[in-house]
């Protein structure tokens, strides 16, 4: 069977205004790439996009936190865990009935959370029992205010590749 391209406009034509690059200048580039992607790879759950994040009430500091990227496969995770399905049925695949926003948020929280810090704050036994309740994600519940979650989030998906600086850096 013969490969066709059904995108001509796409493939066949050089944009005006870029040079076609010689296979010589391909390959110089090739090293350049490689250690950009791998660069990359390893940069992704470095300790340079740790971001500190202080939850300060009248303007007194009441606790501080740090947090880090989140993955796809986290979202996704979290997404799942706040979300409720249908049962499935044999050889169907699952359906989502209802996400819990507040939950999501929870969870992306909780999962963003530097370990050593999560240890210390979302699942620090003593605050459970002072709010009564059993998991991490649900003391975050009781503890942050709407719009702190919300700011929370927000330096959760900048620093995890969904702010402004990406998008341009994406079109470049």
Request: aromatic letters at 6%.
């Amino acid at each position: 069977m013969e490969n066709v391209n059904t995108m001509p406009e796409m493939f066949d034509e050089q944009p005006a205004g870029v040079e076609q690059l010689t296979q010589e200048e391909v390959l110089m580039n090739e090293s350049e790439l490689l250690r950009g992607l791998i660069d990359a790879g390893r940069e992704k759950n470095s300790k340079d996009f740790y971001k500190k994040i202080q939850i300060r009430r009248g303007g007194v500091l009441k606790f501080e936190f740090r947090i880090r990227p989140v993955s796809e496969e986290e979202s996704m995770a979290c997404h799942d865990r706040a979300t409720r399905f249908a049962p499935r049925k044999r050889g169907q695949p699952k359906r989502e009935i209802e996400t819990n926003g507040s939950l999501l948020r929870s969870w992306l929280i909780y999962t963003a959370t530097v370990d050593e810090d999560r240890k210390i704050l979302w699942e620090n036994k003593k605050a459970m029992d002072a709010f009564n309740v059993l998991q991490g994600v649900e003391l975050i519940d009781a503890v942050l205010l709407s719009g702190e979650k919300d700011r929370i989030i927000d330096e959760i998906n900048a620093i995890s590749g969904y702010g402004d600086d990406m998008e341009e850096a994406a079109k470049n």
